[in-house]
């Protein structure tokens, strides 16, 4: 079946830190590939996504880059700051649209400090 | 961008009282919407599947009695938990596939912290 795996977090940085978040996925076919932040007392929003091999994701200075021979899709970001403290979580899609539920991943729990 | 809406943000009921709680999607048509439920510091696991004029499709180890949901229209979905326990105090949390989307995105609401006393 689909699956996703992430690293096991708490993940702890020092603000302008390099921060790579390991995903990693097993699905049959070409998966839609997705990272979803969630803030403090929040849902979920969509951070950014891939949806065919060597795609690569980017908002808000996050990178993810889709990389099928190695089924992996890793979040980086070249230099955290504290309002990036929250829970990033790894998601794929085998739908084109969006009436087929995400699969994802446990979430990393990233805190920042000054 | 898709904007989904939650409501209430936050409820705190007595035991063996319902809570109804609503999903809305305000600019777009959501065929298909999503109810979830995350426990602290864990992921979020899946209840069921809404689809509007249908009955929802429940994953295993959920009670459909208990857990009821309504999806009348494109924008609205409700999560009705009857008879709430202390147990089932949790973030709730809906989500909506737009069909127009693409790519197999959803858009998730704020959630709803429930608290039963």
């Known amino acids: 079946g689909n699956s996703v795996t992430q690293m096991e977090g708490p993940v702890t940085l020092s603000e302008e830190a390099f921060l790579t978040i390991n995903c990693t996925y097993t699905a049959t076919g070409y998966p839609s590939l997705f990272w979803y932040v969630q803030y403090p007392g929040e849902g979920l929003q969509l951070l950014l996504k891939?949806?065919?091999?060597?795609d690569k994701g980017s908002n808000k200075g996050f990178e993810a880059t889709y990389r099928k021979e190695t089924t992996s899709f890793h979040l980086e970001k070249g230099s955290v700051q504290v309002s990036d403290s929250a829970v990033y979580f790894c998601a794929l899609s085998r739908a084109s649209s969006g009436n087929t539920p995400l699969v994802f991943g446990k979430g990393t729990r990233l805190s920042v400090i000054a | 961008g898709a904007v989904v809406s939650q409501h209430p943000s936050r409820v705190i009921c007595k035991s063996g009282t319902s809570v109804k709680i609503e999903c809305r999607s305000l600019d777009f048509q959501a065929t298909t919407m999503f109810w979830y439920r995350q426990f602290p510091k864990q992921s979020l696991m899946l209840m069921a599947t809404s689809n509007e004029g249908s009955k929802a499709t429940y994953e295993q180890g959920v009670e459909k009695d208990k857990f009821l949901i309504n999806h009348a229209s494109l924008t609205l979905s409700t999560l009705t938990v009857t008879s709430a326990h202390p147990e089932d105090s949790s973030f709730y949390i809906c989500?909506?596939?737009?069909?127009?989307?693409?790519?197999?995105?959803?858009?998730f609401g704020p959630g709803t912290r429930l608290t039963v006393t």
């Open positions: 891939a949806t065919k091999a060597d």
């Open positions: 989500s909506a596939g737009s069909t127009s989307g693409g790519a197999g995105e959803q858009y």
